[in-house]
């Protein structure tokens, strides 16, 4: 079973329903417990980062997050908020420290002068410079659906999978040994983005 991390913000009747398409059991919880005997976890979100953590401090869901991925290895999956939120500090609305699982922060995107506008809405193409368990197809590029208007700026680029160009290029997939992320909405992005919930189901 997936547990898909409800902590008040997001896209979880959308992932939710995804997963139900696909046939893949999951739970929208945040309790404990059943966070615990999961196989597997997703965090979703849309929405502020400060408000992210905050939710996820008051629910005492820190702890067994860290617990559960970190220490015991449970494959999870980060989907827009969800990638941003695993960053060790953002920059949105203020200065917020993250899970700290990854040696990143999360900015906002600076695109004077480029006649794009901000938040960055729509498909784009994702380039897939390695593989990846989460991926069909090898290193091609494919097609996602994004809403945001911060972005990953990550120090160790080896465990970026896919790049994405909307100014300039940031980390579209992430991944570091059992934590996969993802700043696309898979759920919202077709065949493509189903087929990655798909493969993260079969870890």
């Known amino acids: 079973m997936i547990a898909i991390i409800d902590y008040g913000l997001g ?3 959308s992932v939710k329903n995804a997963l139900d398409f696909l046939g893949i059991e999951s739970q929208i919880t945040n309790d404990i417990q059943k966070i615990q005997k999961a196989d597997k976890i997703i965090l979703p979100g849309v929405g502020a980062f400060g408000y992210g953590m905050e939710n996820l401090k008051k629910l005492d ?8 991925v970190i220490e015991n290895k449970k494959p999870f999956l980060g989907i827009c908020l969800g990638m941003q939120l695993i960053c ?5 609305e203020g200065v917020f420290e993250g899970l700290g699982w990854i040696d990143a922060q999360v900015v906002r995107f600076s695109l004077e ?20 368990p989460i991926l069909t197809g090898g290193n091609k590029e494919q097609t ?6 911060y972005y990953v700026d ?4 080896s465990v970026v999978v896919g790049w994405c160009d909307y100014g300039s290029s940031f980390p579209a ?3 570091k040994e059992n934590i996969f992320a993802v700043q696309f909405h898979p759920e919202k992005s077709q065949t493509e983005g ?3 919930l798909r493969k993260f189901s079969t870890l």
């Open 144 to 149: 996602f659906y994004f809403v945001h208007s």
């Open 11 to 13: 896209n979880l009747t």
């Open 61 to 68: 869901l820190i702890e067994v997050l860290n617990k559960e």
């Open 194 to 196: 189903l087929e990655i």
């Open 173 to 175: 997939i992430i991944q």
């Open 88 to 92: 060790k500090k953002s920059y949105e």
């Open 154 to 157: 990550i120090k160790d680029k």
């Open 113 to 132: 002068g480029e006649k794009l506008l901000v938040p960055h809405v729509g498909w784009n193409e994702v380039r897939c410079n390695l593989s990846s």
